[in-house]
T-cell receptor
Framework: AQKVTQAQTEISVVEKEDVTLDCVYETRDTTYYLFWYKQPPSGELVFLIRRNSFDEQNEISGRYSWNFQKSTSSFNFTITASQVVDSAVYFCALSVRLNRDDKIIFGKGTRLHILP | DTEVTQTPKHLVMGMTNKKSLKCEQHMGHRAMYWYKQKAKKPPELMFVYSYEKLSINESVPSRFSPECPNSSLLNLHLHALQPEDSALYLC???????????FGDGTRLSIL
């Protein structure tokens, strides 16, 4: 099976707290890509990061950081010092090959509320 | 600013109407996608076009008919839709295998 599980449906934290969004994936492919997208209330999907299966280095971008661990099939996302503008639905996604093209499988999303 | 442009932003139509959704990208991407997103659900892939040819059809009902007139344009023709087809329709494009998909802002479709 190829799927993405985001066990946290909804999270609420107070502004300036750190928060981690969990993502666990399953795939039979040896080469694959993982993504995080943000979807604010306005609806557009905003790309945050792409990681390929051969690169397990953690990444930091400003207040955002990602922890990729193949041993546990996890790709977790941490927001440090959260802000109200971080309130959105966050999707973890897995890119799998289908025919000659790629299909993105999204997790169900985690709705994040940052309270002022 | 999004690099993938979708029109219209909102569409209300009756079940007997025929309408089209339009998507345009000028990034030279070879692949374009249509997704359907119901409220509080993740996007679900509908179609993939690669080099202007239909590559993936995720068993979408025939009342949805995609068209790729050229490498920059992707249309979704709608006919005899049902109320359950009300959703946000997202278009995306990508350049390379496993690459980042660039999404448009979507069209919010309501079927009366």
């Amino acid at each position: 099976a190829q799927k993405v599980t985001q066990a946290q449906t909804e999270i609420s934290v107070v502004e300036k707290e750190d928060v981690t969004l969990d993502c666990v994936y399953e795939t039979r492919d040896t080469t694959y890509y993982l993504f995080w997208y943000k979807q604010p209330p306005s609806g557009e999907l905003v790309f945050l990061i792409r990681r390929n299966s051969f690169d397990e280095q953690n990444e930091i971008s400003g207040r955002y950081s990602w922890n990729f661990q193949k041993s546990t099939s996890s790709f977790n996302f941490t927001i440090t010092a959260s802000q109200v503008v971080d309130s959105a639905v966050y999707f973890c996604a897995l890119s799998v090959r289908l025919n000659r093209d790629d299909k993105i499988i999204f997790g169900k999303g985690t709705r994040l509320h940052i309270l002022p | 600013d999004t690099e993938v442009t979708q029109t219209p932003k909102h569409l209300v139509m009756g079940m007997t109407n025929k309408k089209s959704l339009k998507c345009e990208q000028h990034m030279g991407h070879r692949a374009m996608y249509w997704y359907k997103q119901k409220a509080k659900k993740p996007p679900e892939l509908m179609f993939v076009y690669s080099y202007e040819k239909l590559s993936i059809n995720e068993s979408v009902p025939s009342r949805f008919s995609p068209e790729c007139p050229n490498s920059s344009l992707l249309n979704l023709h709608l006919h005899a839709l049902q109320p359950e087809d009300s959703a946000l329709y997202l278009c995306a494009s990508s350049q390379d295998s496993g690459g980042r998909q660039h999404f448009g802002d979507g069209t919010r479709l309501s079927i009366l």
